[in-house]
């Protein structure tokens, strides 16, 4: 009796055990069937750039110029570079996105659909900041994808992608939300994009497709890997939808994405500085910089002070700030919370238009010099116009020069840095600079702060002798 009762036993807890993984793992087939169709497979061409590579061998590359032709093979045309991604079509008169690296700079712009079928597209609009691009073909018989809430999607929440990763169509792969809001900046070290990370097979080939939650819906495109390999290693990064309708919204009515600005460099606040400002905990958006002119300093905000919260959203990293200001429409006037000498304030600011990057290729023209530097070891000269534009600055002094072994060399700085501030002493100018570099102290550090390409930074720097 015992004996048959253990059985049973073990036969209700297999049972209980295997309902419980069947709820687990959740099915898939309706969901990937229903919605492959609406996922393409892009391919690019670019002819400016052509494919090149030096596979000769080490001797032949040791090999003095003059006699190299007499051991290299004919040349082979060289050819168009070719890429490719994903994308997915969100109408049905033809309008497809996809990430804006898969397309930039291409010259041809070929789609495939699942029923082979292959378009030319027309690229409509692409938004560098946020990777996105909309495209567009002239088809017809489309089956598009539904948009998901991405601000409703949870960490541990199941999703699936779909794309060509490696060239290989239509691939399917599944995870969970590993974490949301990831700050991850650009190139250009900007940070608008408040990242869904999941743990799906994403690889090359994968970006710009679809990331869609258990109910079919797309809730992020794919867009970014973490990896040492150049394959999935569990870490990849996705644009929430929230943020993409928006994106692609504008880009379908003018071409191009406005964003707010609220004209601020921000930092992190750690616990130390935490309980210098009177914080309880380290949260915030710790303000280094406040541009001349911008909506910050029209509304009263001053360096120092610490944005706790932003448009009734609770600011917990400085990446959360540039998040929210990014999404809102210029021209919109919203409150925020800050900390100010270890007190509590609130203030109404009207957010602004980002500037764009025409000017991206302006440079200072720095000439050489044969000046030691003086006590520092720099050579410096006041900002020229242009320059002060670019990066709304006013006041300070531009580095032409630095002196190797000398303090401002130890300190980090470099030639195209703009000197603000000396000890506890702001250089407006030239003659600013003079005086305070004349008074520093011998063998004591002092805090100095500086712009680098537009963004404050405070070092220490020491006059040894």
């Given at each position: 009796?015992?004996?048959?009762?253990?059985?049973?036993?073990?036969?209700?807890?297999?049972?209980?055990?295997?309902?419980?993984?069947?709820?687990?793992?959740?099915?898939?087939?309706?969901?990937?069937?229903?919605?492959?169709?609406?996922?393409?497979?892009i391919?690019?061409?670019?002819?400016?750039?052509?494919?090149?590579?030096?596979?000769?061998?080490?001797?032949?590359?040791?090999?003095?110029?003059?006699?190299?032709?007499?051991f290299?093979?004919?040349?082979r045309?060289?050819?168009?570079?070719?890429?490719?991604?994903?994308?997915f079509?969100?109408?049905?008169?033809?309008y497809?996105?996809?990430?804006?690296?898969?397309?930039?700079?291409?010259?041809?712009?070929?789609?495939?659909?699942t029923?082979?079928?292959?378009?030319?597209?027309?690229v409509?609009g692409?938004?560098?900041?946020?990777?996105?691009?909309?495209?567009?073909?002239?088809?017809?018989?489309?089956?598009?994808?539904r948009?998901?809430?991405?601000e409703?999607?949870?960490?541990?929440?199941?999703?699936?992608?779909?794309?060509?990763?490696?060239?290989?169509?239509?691939?399917?792969?599944?995870?969970?939300?590993?974490?949301?809001?990831?700050?991850?900046?650009?190139?250009?070290?900007?940070?608008?994009?408040?990242?869904?990370?999941?743990?799906?097979?994403?690889?090359?080939?994968?970006s710009?497709?679809?990331?869609?939650?258990?109910?079919?819906?797309?809730?992020?495109?794919?867009?970014?890997?973490?990896?040492?390999?150049?394959?999935?290693?569990?870490?990849?990064?996705?644009?929430?939808?929230?943020?993409?309708?928006?994106?692609?919204?504008?880009?379908?009515?003018?071409?191009?994405?406005?964003?707010?600005?609220?004209?601020?460099?921000?930092?992190?606040?750690?616990?130390?500085?935490?309980?210098?400002?009177?914080?309880?905990?380290?949260?915030?958006?710790?303000?280094?910089?406040?541009?001349?002119?911008?909506?910050?300093?029209?509304?009263?905000?001053?360096?120092?002070?610490?944005?706790?919260?932003?448009?009734?959203?609770?600011?917990?990293?400085?990446?959360?700030?540039?998040?929210?200001?990014?999404?809102?429409?210029?021209g919109?006037?919203?409150?925020?919370?800050?900390?100010?000498?270890r007190?509590?304030?609130?203030?109404?600011?009207?957010?602004?238009?980002?500037?764009?990057s025409?000017?991206?290729?302006?440079?200072?023209?720095?000439?050489?010099?044969?000046?030691?530097?003086?006590?520092?070891?720099?050579?410096?000269?006041?900002?020229?116009?242009?320059?002060?534009?670019?990066?709304?600055?006013?006041?300070?002094?531009?580095?032409?020069?630095?002196?190797?072994?000398?303090?401002?060399?130890?300190?980090?700085?470099?030639?195209?840095?703009?000197?603000?501030?000396?000890?506890?002493?702001?250089?407006?100018?030239?003659?600013?600079?003079?005086?305070?570099?004349?008074?520093?102290?011998?063998?004591?550090?002092?805090?100095?702060?500086?712009?680098?390409?537009?963004q404050?930074?405070?070092?220490?720097?020491?006059?040894?002798?």
């Amino acid at each position: 009796m015992i004996k048959c009762c253990t059985q049973y036993l073990l036969l209700f807890c297999l049972v209980v055990s295997g309902t419980a993984i069947a709820r687990g793992l959740p099915e898939l087939t309706e969901l990937i069937e229903e919605n492959s169709s609406a996922v393409v497979k892009i391919n690019t061409l670019d002819r400016s750039r052509v494919a090149r590579g030096n596979n000769a061998p080490q001797f032949q590359q040791d090999i003095p110029d003059i006699f190299r032709h007499l051991f290299e093979p004919r040349r082979r045309q060289q050819r168009p570079v070719a890429s490719m991604g994903s994308g997915f079509i969100i109408s049905d008169n033809g309008y497809i996105v996809t990430n804006n690296h898969v397309v930039n700079g291409a010259d041809q712009v070929t789609v495939t659909l699942t029923d082979r079928r292959e378009y030319k597209a027309e690229v409509i609009g692409t938004d560098v900041r946020s990777d996105l691009a909309l495209l567009k073909i002239d088809a017809d018989d489309l089956t598009a994808v539904r948009w998901g809430d991405s601000e409703e999607l949870q960490v541990g929440e199941w999703v699936v992608a779909i794309g060509s990763p490696f060239g290989l169509d239509y691939s399917a792969s599944a995870g969970i939300v590993s974490a949301m809001g990831r700050s991850i900046p650009n190139e250009s070290r900007e940070n608008y994009v408040p990242f869904i990370q999941t743990d799906v097979a994403i690889n090359p080939g994968n970006s710009g497709g679809p990331l869609f939650n258990l109910e079919g819906r797309v809730v992020g495109i794919n867009s970014q890997i973490y990896t040492r390999s150049g394959g999935s290693i569990g870490l990849s990064f996705a644009i929430p939808a929230s943020l993409a309708q928006d994106v692609v919204a504008q880009l379908k009515e003018k071409g191009r994405v406005d964003r707010g600005w609220l004209g601020v460099g921000i930092s992190n606040v750690d616990r130390d500085m935490a309980e210098a400002m009177g914080l309880d905990k380290p949260v915030g958006a710790l303000v280094e910089q406040v541009s001349p002119g911008a909506p910050a300093a029209e509304a009263g905000i001053m360096p120092g002070d610490v944005i706790t919260r932003f448009n009734g959203q609770r600011i917990g990293v400085h990446g959360d700030l540039p998040h929210l200001v990014g999404q809102l429409r210029p021209g919109t006037e919203v409150s925020l919370e800050l900390m100010r000498n270890r007190k509590s304030e609130k203030l109404k600011v009207i957010v602004g238009t980002l500037p764009g990057s025409d000017d991206e290729g302006a440079q200072a023209t720095v000439k050489p010099s044969s000046i030691v530097g003086g006590r520092l070891g720099l050579v410096v000269e006041q900002i020229p116009e242009g320059l002060k534009q670019r990066w709304n600055v006013d006041t300070g002094v531009l580095i032409k020069q630095v002196v190797p072994g000398k303090p401002g060399a130890k300190a980090g700085l470099r030639s195209g840095d703009i000197i603000a501030q000396l000890g506890f002493e702001e250089v407006g100018d030239m003659e600013d600079y003079k005086a305070v570099v004349k008074e520093l102290p011998k063998n004591e550090l002092l805090p100095i702060r500086f712009f680098r390409s537009g963004q404050s930074t405070f070092r220490t720097i020491k006059i040894e002798s």
